[in-house]
């Protein structure tokens, strides 16, 4: 099958969506089907004939390092014909998304729809405070449009995201539940070397006795780090060898670094800042748990990634969490700061527990590989091509043109 992802984050930019797409990406070639990306290049136009990959230019919209394109590229659309795609696969709602809406209907080509992002979460980041109310249903008549009106079948992560489209949004169509996988073997503790492990130990100040609370992602409000940090205080006072490290970057790190500051926890809060996507699993090695407070995600791959690297999970008693984290099995779930305090606490007096939990973490991640994901992705490519199959070419010749094409590989 001929494939188009059409996204506005891709490599260089490192973020979960990009993560999933490059991981489904990878899955579907190894599977034997040809896949093109259409994405964003920051500074200028250029087309990869060789990687298939079509970049166009955009410009800042102030949440972090996204930038919107315009929605009709005129130098991408002969390349993109040429392609000769079965189906285009969106995985973003404006500007490359708006594109892939209008080249799906002008050349007939079924389009699927992933929704990655809880956008009325976002919103404060282009209001500044203004507005945010109207700019929400702003937001929600512009998704359930694009969702609703223009794709032809849609694919969410996880049954919070579902519930928002059925309950609130009221969607008609069929929605697919999906969760997004990752290359969980990325991840393997028996993939890293024990001395690269204990050299980067040194290098952030940890001992092997520390009891390392680690919290991986983007440092904005949404992502309620300050939930950890405050935690923290009470956590670190009577245990001084828990260290709370913290990886990323993003808009609020300077308030957060200077929350740790006011706090006192200058030696037990550490921040790493942005980290290479391929030395990110490395980091997971060091984690005695993985912690998250964050009620924005759909689903929360971090999650998933410490699981796969044997990490039990103390995350926030959220839809996008509550699925896969098991109370006490593989992890543990809080409703609010003392909570939370109180199961890290009990972790820290209970090294069989955590032993215990890690392995099952590990067995918890298992079904969320790539090649699993992509087998579902591609159930729902078929979907999409019988429901417009009449058009044009006719049902039975665009399924034997898929079929030729090797859809049923792996």
Known sequence: MRIGIFTDTYPPYINGVSTSIVMLESALKKMGHEVFIVTVNPDKYSFKEDDHIIRIPGIPTGIYDYRLTGIYPLKAI?????????????????GVGTFARIIAKQLDIPLVHTYHTMYEDYVHYITKG????????????????????T?????????????????????????????????????????????????LRRSLNLSKDDFVILFV????????????????????????????????????????????????????VIFVGRVPWKEVPLYYQLASVFATASRTETQGLTVIEAMAASVPVVAVNDEAFNSIVKEKVNG?????????????????????????????????????????????????????????GVKKRGFLDRMKRVIKRGIYHG
């Open 78 to 94: 002969k390349k993109i014909k040429k392609w000769d795609l079965d189906v285009i696969h969106s995985h973003t709602e404006f």
């Open 332 to 388: 543990c779930l809080f409703d609010n700061r003392k909570e939370y305090q109180n199961k890290v606490m009990d972790l820290i007096n209970n090294p069989n527990l955590v032993k215990e939990m890690a392995y099952e973490a590990r067995k918890s991640a298992e079904p969320h590989s790539a090649k699993y994901f992509a087998q579902n992705v591609l159930k729902v490519y078929l979907t999409a091509l019988g429901d417009r």
């Open 151 to 199: 794709a032809t079948e849609l694919i969410v992560p996880t049954k919070k995201t579902y519930d928002l489209f059925k309950e609130k949004y009221h969607f008609e169509k069929d929605v697919h539940i999906v969760p997004t996988g990752i290359e969980i073997e990325r991840f393997f503790k028996e993939k890293f070397d024990s001395k690269k492990v204990n050299e």
């Open 217 to 268: 992602g983007r440092l904005g409000d949404e992502k309620s780090v300050d939930v950890l940090i405050d935690g923290h205080v009470l956590i670190s006072r009577k245990y001084p060898k828990a260290k709370l490290v913290i990886v990323g970057d993003g808009p609020d790190i300077d308030k957060f670094k200077k929350r740790v500051k006011r706090l006192k926890l200058d030696n037990n």
């Open 130 to 149: 203004y507005f945010n109310r109207s700019s929400k249903k702003l937001v929600e008549y512009l998704t359930k449009f694009y969702c609703d009106k």
